[in-house]
């Protein structure tokens, strides 16, 4: 029977003591990563200019549990185990029959998931005598949390911020200067890639895809620095499996299953946290899950791309991945879902959803700000606009299985707190936000340059 509580808590000691790493249970293993000059399988060798080596192992492990360093698990405690909650009021605003549950990551420090990696990303570097850590932000979150794992293990942190999301958000700069990270506008004139593309465009409002090769030309250029990536990869993804291991444990003591598991994705790494120990269950034979992945229309790769080998960057230095694309040169709109900005998809997510183990839907932000807002007044949380995505299709699905007398059990990953996006919901109180159309002819520009492999 399940209970009438609103929140499940875990004690500390629960804090997962391993990693769940997905690719144990795939019948098949991803396809290799390739080397963007010569199109052949690269080794560890390739990636120990960007990566310590631990994280390289991990990136290509088919161990099914990874052990958690201690180091690790402590600087977790200052924030995990996050609470899982039943969304009672959102429930009673929807007269659904639904059971809606939602895995809280806003707890941590920076607002997000994003610590859950950076943590580990920070310590494994520290490990090895790295001195300094270049990366990309999206909407500020992922920036925030490398700074502040930066701060926990004594590492200088170099951030490119996406030029809109820099715009959009001050506080968010200011919050990573804080934690003693330094931070540029991307396109930014400090790098040579930057200064190419400011020449031809000098207002051009970034992407990820652009930060990243800053970031990476940054560390690939200076011999005390690494790359850090907070989606995508096979470790970041592994990283945030703490948030359904934790999440399976507290569906128990609600004394439910969920039917359908909802994740929003930009690359796939809260998405991949939340349902990867779930689906591990599914592909062993377990159990069976419904799991959507939700995607803006504004950058919509996994609905629309093309599954194929893409560089991870714009200025094609990254390796290349099989994923769900829609081209290294494709620049979203400046939609204020920051984190969502991204031409390419997790190759992990990419993969189970090639397959039909998944599924993906695509939303507008109209949409999106509209559940956001509904949430923040029923539950009291104000969401990330990120994570208002992931709210769009429970309430769909909530509001589906009212519409069939079911009373379904869903559960969503609500990756973070919105307090750095109050400027993106006041344009959405005040009905100035803009729902871009699919960019048809931009998509099929930056299909054509899709490089190609054997
Ligand atoms: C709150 C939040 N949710 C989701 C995302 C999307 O990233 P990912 O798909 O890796 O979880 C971001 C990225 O910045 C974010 O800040």
Redesign the pocket.
Known sequence: MPTDRTKFVLDEDRIPRSWYNIVADLAVPPAPVLHPGTGQPIGPADLAPLFPMALIAQEVSSQREIEIPDPVRDAYSLYRPSPLYRAHRLEKALDTPAHIYYKY??VSPG????PNTAIAQAFYNKQEGVKRLATE??????GTALAIAGALFGLEVKVYMVRASYDQKPYRRMLMETYGAEVVASPSPTTVYGREVLAVTPDNPGSLGLAISEAVEDAATRDDTKYSL???LNH?LLH?TVIGQEAILQMEMADEKPDILI???????????LTFPFLGQKLRGEADYRVIAVEPEAAPSLTRGVYTYDFGDTAKLTPLVKMHTLGHDFIPEPIH????R?HGM?PLVSLLKERGIIEARAVHQNPTFAAGVQFARTEGILP????NHAIRAAIDEALLAKEEGIARVILFNL???GHFDLSAYERYLAGALVDYEYPAEQVARALAALPSVG
């Open positions: 990551e806003g607002g997000s998931h994003k932000t999206g909407a500020g979150q992922w907070g989606s995508v970041v945030q994740g929003c994705t930009g690359g796939g790494s809260n998405f991949a946290g879902a920051g984190g969502l991204y997790a990330a606009p990120e994570a990756s973070g707190h």
